[in-house]
């Protein structure tokens, strides 16, 4: 399988007057074309920080990190980063916030902009182009901030917690549509989440971290006999309750 993303022996420590905070320990994994990883592990172990490491934000310590197969660095990849927060600024239209990273990257054409109508169009707020913000709920601000991430047609996807504060019924629809995303077009998608059962609907793969510094405790492969396999038939097939199992006794054991 091809690789759109590659960590090895990743390690980080937080510097500050205070001292040391070492964040991540010996971090290696990767993901293929098609493939979507959940990371699970205790709130504050190190989630947040192995996600701002893979966008670039902060270089770590020893390791390396290779994106389509380029050191990060040197790597023209398109990485698109959703966070909790959906990040909408007030004084921009629903539409110009949506294009925002079109903008910043010089990459506003006739062709994306309409593909930006169209994404509006699908997720149903094709009517809130001119609204601002602050008149859509916060799902539709989620579906909006999720526009504006896809429109830039990333290759790999970092999403840090992004359906929280969605409606479970929306977080049902929006999972499944990026889930699709990532296995049609071939793309990677690794998503931090302290929610089990969203991890275990969604993913090829869990990983589950220990705490702080994290490390990776277990990777498990999620396999589901299904013949559509959609985050609301998994949450029904009686693997689920057996992963669910599995997954929280590993969180919750101390080695
Ligand atoms: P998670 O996403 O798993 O909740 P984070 O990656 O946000 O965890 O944080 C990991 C640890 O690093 C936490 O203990 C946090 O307090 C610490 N940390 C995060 N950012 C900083 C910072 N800028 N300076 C010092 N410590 C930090």
Known sequence: MEQVLELKNIHYAYHNLEGETPALSDISFALGKGEFVAIVGPSGCGKSTLLSLIAGLLVPEKGLIKINGKYLRESTTNVGYMLQHDELFEWRTVYNNVILGLEVQHMLT?????????????????????????????????????????????????????????????????????????????KAALLVTHDLSEAISLADRV?????????????????????????????????????????????????
């Open 110 to 186: 006739a062709r994306t902009k309409e593909k930006a109508h169209e994404l509006l169009d699908f997720y149903g707020l094709r009517q809130f182009e001119r609204a601002r913000p602050s008149e859509l709920s916060g799902g539709m601000r989620q579906r909006a901030a999720l526009i504006r991430t896809l429109v830039l047609d990333p290759d790999l996807l970092l999403l840090d917690e992004p359906f929280s504060a969605l409606d479970y019924q929306t977080r049902l629809t929006v999972g499944d549509d990026i889930g699709q995303i990532i296995r049609r077009e071939e």
């Open 207 to 255: 990983i589950v971290l220990s705490g702080r510094p994290a490390a990776i405790k277990q990777t498990i492969p999620l396999i589901f006999d299904l013949e559509e396999d959609t985050p609301l038939a998994r949450r029904n097939a009686p693997e689920f309750k057996t992963y669910f199992n599995l997954i929280w006794k590993e969180l919750n054991t101390d080695e």
